[in-house]
């Protein structure tokens, strides 16, 4: 299986592209794991919320293949334990889905679009998180998994 998160917009604070390197680099010894940025809109003073949201699903769906199991990172998603996302991942895994794409999306969510494609919605917290350490929390968090998974020391419980 391979796994990308597909987010808008670079990466601006160092320490925070840092902490990714780290996790990307662990993340390694356990899958293919890749992030690809969508350049953030031009010109979004002139557009409105819903406009801004579907030129972002325009980008997102250029990516985004047919049989790719899309998860959508949303505050209403559904909330998992560690443990829980582990299980998740293994599950896919065994499953038969060759790619897992997880999708940020801009400052306003995600088009009625995006979200209708997508096959599951997951939040990582109630809290509101700036989309630049959302990028990190995940990336920590899908190492973990395969930590648990693993049953390596990484997580305690």
Avoid: W
Avoid at 14 to 19: C, D, H, L, S
Avoid at 34 to 43: A, F, G, L, R, S
Avoid at 135 to 141: A, K, V
């Amino acid at each position: 299986m391979k796994i990308t998160l597909l987010c808008v917009g670079k990466t601006d604070d160092k320490y925070i592209q840092e902490g990714i390197d780290k996790y990307l680099k662990r993340l390694k010894h356990y899958i293919s794991f890749q992030i690809v940025i969508i350049p953030d809109i031009k010109n979004v003073k002139n557009l409105s919320e819903v406009q801004q949201k579907e030129k972002e699903a325009e980008l997102f769906f250029k990516t985004i293949n047919p049989q790719d199991f899309v998860v959508l990172l949303d505050e209403f998603g559904k909330e998992l334990r560690s443990i829980e996302l582990s299980r998740f991942l293994e599950q896919k895994m065994v499953s038969g889905v060759q790619h897992l794409v997880f999708l940020i999306g801009g400052p306003y969510g995600f088009s009625d679009f995006v979200k209708q494609r997508a096959n599951y919605n997951l939040s990582l917290s109630k809290l509101t998180f700036s989309h630049q350490m959302v990028r990190l929390f995940f990336i920590e968090q899908i190492y973990r998994g395969f930590s648990i998974m693993k049953g390596e020391p990484y997580h305690h419980e």
